[in-house]
């Protein structure tokens, strides 16, 4: 999602801090649904593009 950088993000991306950025945060779940890892990237929406591919379960 676009947001705007905390102070301390966007001094370590080397941007300014009125610049929006990509955050995106990604769980990883065990088979009982706990979680087991969690992550948190930033990118600079200058330097990367994304594409969303979504794809429809079959039942």
Not at 10 to 16: M, S, W
């Amino acid at each position: 999602m676009p947001v705007l950088p905390q102070q301390d993000i966007a001094d370590l991306l080397n941007i300014d801090a009125a610049l929006p950025i990509i955050e995106k945060r990604t769980r990883g779940h065990l088979h009982d649904d706990t979680v087991f890892e969690y992550s948190r990237n930033y990118f600079t929406t200058n330097d990367y593009k994304f594409k969303l591919i979504a794809k429809r379960q079959r039942p």
